[in-house]
Each structure stands twice: as C-alpha cells, then as structure tokens.
C-alpha cells in the first residue's frame, strides 16, 4: 500500500548523465517522490534543460527543465529526504560516504562502494533481506544515514534471469557472453572509431568484476534446494561493447549437477516475482522477467523497453535444451533502466516500505 503521505524529496547527483536523466523520467512522474535538487559538476549555475543532452525518450520534463543545476554539497540540500547517486566511479566513493555521515539515505549506481561488507548490493527481487546490513553500517561507521549500492548493468542482466534457476536446480557452471551497449560507458562514452564496424572486447577486469558481482547476488540468493549443498559455481563471462545505444544482450550458457529438464526452467523464469511484486511497489514490473518463445527475439532493438514500467523487465528467450544437463538462453537488460536509474528508485521505494527512508 502506498503511503501518499510520505511525499519524499529527492536530489539527483550526475543528473544530467546518462543514468541521472532516466531518474528526471521516471520520477517525475512518480507518486511520492518529488525531484527537489539537481546536482552537478560542469553544469552547475545553469538551466537543467539548456546543458543536459537528453538522450532518452521523450522530452525533458517542463517542470524540470528551468531547474538550475546547483552542486554537490550536502550542506545545500537541508530538505531533501533521499539521494539518488549516479556519480562517475572514483568521485562516488567519498562524496556518498559524506552524504551518509550528513544523515541522508544514498542508492548509489556507482561500483565505488559495492563491496564495502556492511553495505548492500541490492535488486530488490533477488536479495531484499540484504538491506538489514545498514543496521551494521550505521552501527560500524556511526553514520545516521547509509549507503545502498545497485549493481553493474551487465551482472544485472545475467543474475536477474540466473537467481530463479539458481534457488530452483543445481547449477554446476555458467559462461557468459555480453554484447552491451554504448551508454553503459556514460557519456561521451568510447570513441567512434574504437567501436563503429567493430565488436569492442571490454577485457579481463570487466568480465572479472562481472563474475564477482554476480557470485555475490547468486550467493545472496534463497534456494528452494532442500539438503544443504556446496556453492561450487564455476562463472565465465567474456564482455563486449558495440555501437547499439542502449540494452546489454548477454548469451548464457549453463551446466548442472544433475538432468535438467528445459520447461521447468522456463517455469521458473516465467513464474519469478519477489518483495517488489508482493508489496506491489510503483516500480515494480508484473513480471520482472519475460520469456518470450519467439525464434529471433529477444533483440535489443525492440526488447529493451519492455515491462510496465518500461526498461523494467528482462527479457529472455532462445531458451534451448542443448544436452542432458545443459540450456543456453539469451536476456535483454535495459541498462540505464532495470540496470541503473530504474533498480535504484525500485531499491529506494522497497527501503521506504521497510522502514529505511522517511521523511528527515
Ligand atoms: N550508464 C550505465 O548504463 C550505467 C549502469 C549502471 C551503473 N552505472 C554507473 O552510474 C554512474 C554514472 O554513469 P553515467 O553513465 O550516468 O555517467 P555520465 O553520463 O558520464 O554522467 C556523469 C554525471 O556525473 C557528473 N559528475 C562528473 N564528475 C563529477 C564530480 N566529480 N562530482 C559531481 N558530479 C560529477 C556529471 O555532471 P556534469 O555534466 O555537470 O559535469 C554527470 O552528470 C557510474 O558510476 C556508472 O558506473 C552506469
């Protein structure tokens, strides 16, 4: 049940990059969250509508666009109630912990403190019960506020899809392949001649932070399975950027301990829900995933923005049985959505019905 009451007002740090403006859109509209406070860096002391390359769909919103870009400071932002962060890696980490010191609530995007042990590394579909580490955050770091953290675009669209069959069956190994799109690199992102006519390999720390990720929000993840048994999961993952704008498409390959059969895993992906959809959260899509059956989809093109609210759901298909105790499937991520803006607003609004954020 929402609380109309509540009537939150959030700030935006890096609003007018490619994840801050897909937080604009999607609150603009949102039933109590109000954006309050724009920040910035470069733009600061501008009109947000003059400096921001809007590069999503629709327009900037008329109730935002003459809002003046004002700085990251905490010191400025005495009646905002949550901060979004979408800050570049390396200006993240300590500016958020300042925020958090200051008693604001933070949901960050960015990765500089995704592995900090007493914060979580939250899809609130996968690992809710994660959010109970801000008790400890804020008991170790003697911080009134706290530091929420979503994860990589890329470990979203392989662990959305891979938590169902991990809760559901013996998952032995996991390769991953990723063709991903250009604004997961943030604007003005790789240079033209790196990646048009080309398919960019993304190397060797990319595909490792990836598998890093992705163990920890498997390993967070509750299992159905009844005797207690090893988390030996073997994950690859090979990493690719190419010149589509947005949507990461990722080709999964995965083995089991045991006879897999292929329709009791498009079960398990069909059926899958978790807190959002329980607490019938606004960001929170019907389906977090869809299977579709269709031969050549998913494609990023046409699937990216799929789900209510749109960009929410991950798509999945050509799921095929390739051997006893072997399937492969493809998913679509919209990154800048489900990957960033949309997981950290769907992380805020879960907070907000645990208890984590009110007004301050
Ligand atoms: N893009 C994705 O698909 C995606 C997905 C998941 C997570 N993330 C993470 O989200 C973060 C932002 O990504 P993005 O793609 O939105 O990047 P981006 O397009 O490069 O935008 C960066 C934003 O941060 C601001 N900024 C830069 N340096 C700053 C500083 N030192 N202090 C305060 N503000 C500063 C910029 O403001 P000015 O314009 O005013 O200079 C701009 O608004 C990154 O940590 C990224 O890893 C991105």
């Given at each position: 049940?929402?609380?109309?009451?509540?009537?939150?007002?959030?700030?935006?740090?890096?609003?007018?990059?490619?994840?801050?403006?897909?937080?604009?859109?999607?609150?603009?509209?949102?039933?109590?969250?109000?954006?309050?406070?724009?920040?910035?860096?470069?733009?600061?002391?501008?009109?947000?509508?003059?400096?921001?390359?809007?590069?999503?769909?629709?327009?900037?919103?008329?109730?935002?666009?003459?809002?003046?870009?004002?700085?990251?400071?905490?010191?400025?932002?005495?009646?905002?109630?949550?901060?979004?962060?979408p800050l570049p890696q390396g200006a993240a980490g300590p500016v958020e912990e300042e925020f958090a010191k200051q008693g604001f609530p933070v949901i960050s995007n960015s990765p500089d403190h995704r592995f900090d042990p007493d914060v979580p590394l939250l899809i609130p579909e996968i690992n809710p019960h994660t959010i109970s580490l801000i008790d400890e955050q804020r008991k170790r770091r003697d911080w009134k506020g706290f530091i929420v953290t979503t994860p990589l675009c890329t470990a979203q669209g392989a662990a959305i899809p891979l938590a169902p069959i991990y809760a559901n069956f013996r998952l032995d190994s996991v390769f991953i392949t990723t063709i991903q799109s250009l604004s997961g690199a943030g604007y003005p992102g790789i240079p033209s001649l790196d990646v048009v006519d080309n398919v960019l390999?993304?190397?060797?720390?990319?595909?490792?932070?990836?598998?890093?990720e992705i163990t920890r929000l498997l390993k967070e993840t509750n299992r159905n399975i009844p005797e207690s048994y090893p988390e030996d999961l073997s994950l690859a993952a090979t990493t690719h950027r190419v010149a589509t704008i947005h949507g990461h498409y990722e080709v999964i390959y995965a083995t089991f301990k045991e006879d897999v059969n292929v329709e009791k895993v498009r079960e398990s992906l069909d059926t899958f829900a978790?807190?959002?959809?329980?607490?019938?959260?606004?960001?929170?899509?019907?389906?977090?995933?869809?299977?579709?059956?269709?031969?050549?989809?998913?494609?990023?093109?046409?699937?990216?923005?799929?789900?209510?609210?749109?960009?929410?759901?991950?798509?999945?298909?050509?799921?095929?049985?390739?051997?006893?105790?072997?399937?492969?499937?493809?998913?679509?991520?919209?990154?800048?959505?489900?990957?960033?803006?949309?997981?950290?607003?769907?992380?805020?609004?879960?907070?907000?019905?645990?208890?984590?954020?009110?007004?301050?």
């Open positions: 049940m929402i609380n109309m009451r509540r009537n939150l007002k959030a700030a935006i740090l890096g609003s007018t990059g490619l994840v801050g403006i897909e937080y604009v859109r999607m609150l603009v509209n949102h039933p109590y969250i109000k954006v309050s406070y724009l920040a910035g860096k470069g733009s600061v002391g501008k009109p947000y509508g003059e400096v921001v390359r809007w590069q999503t769909i629709g327009q900037v919103p008329k109730e935002i666009a003459d809002m003046e870009v004002k700085p990251t400071d905490p010191k400025l932002m005495d009646d905002v109630d949550i901060v979004f962060s390999p993304l190397g060797d720390a990319y595909d490792n932070k990836t598998i890093k978790g807190e959002p959809q329980r607490l019938k959260l606004p960001t929170a899509p019907d389906r977090p995933i869809i299977v579709t059956n269709q031969d050549a989809r998913p494609q990023v093109y046409f699937d990216r923005w799929a789900g209510n609210p749109p960009g929410m759901s991950v798509v999945v298909g050509r799921l095929a049985q390739v051997s006893r105790r072997a399937i492969r499937f493809v998913s679509v991520i919209h990154n800048t959505v489900r990957g960033a803006a949309g997981g950290g607003i769907l992380a805020a609004e879960l907070l907000v019905e645990k208890g984590y954020i009110d007004k301050r």
